[in-house]
Nanobody
Framework: QVQLVESGGGLVQAGGSLRLSCRAS????????MGWFRQAPGKEREFVSA????????YYADSVKGRFTISRDNAKNTVYLQMNSLKPEDTAVYYC?????????????????????WGQGTQVTVSS
């Protein structure tokens, strides 16, 4: 079982930055692909970014490409999402997720069903 705890959300003005963190329990964190998703009020949860278990390949939704950066520190069992140039449309609850298939490298990193473990979410609000 993996537990994920997000932190770092908050209120920021448009154009500002935030860094989200997601700390995982367990000793197998380094073998999991990790993802970030978000859900705005009245909308479905959507893919934001993912990072391969090796820390190599990273993936981004078109809406955040060039503004957000995902990274991981396996020694700290933590994945990060650096968010720059924030826009009001980035306002959402941000969720961290882990793909429980160790050392798996698939093509569906952008789908909710690829992830077995989810955090409780952290609110990000961007004011205009």
């Amino acid at each position: 079982q993996v537990q994920l705890v997000e932190s770092g959300g908050g209120l920021v003005q448009a154009g500002g930055s935030l860094r989200l963190s997601c700390r995982a329990s367990g000793r197998t964190f380094s073998s999991y692909t990790m993802g970030w998703f978000r859900q705005a009020p009245g909308k479905e949860r959507e893919f934001v970014s993912a990072i391969d278990w090796s820390g190599g390949p990273t993936y981004y939704a078109d809406s955040v490409k060039g503004r957000f950066t995902i990274s991981r520190d396996n020694a700290k069992n933590t994945v990060y999402l650096q968010m720059n140039s924030l826009k009001p449309e980035d306002t959402a609850v941000y969720y961290c997720a882990a793909d429980g298939r160790s050392y798996y490298r698939g093509s569906y990193y952008y789908t909710l069903s690829s992830y077995d473990y989810w955090g409780q979410g952290t609110q990000v609000t961007v004011s205009s």
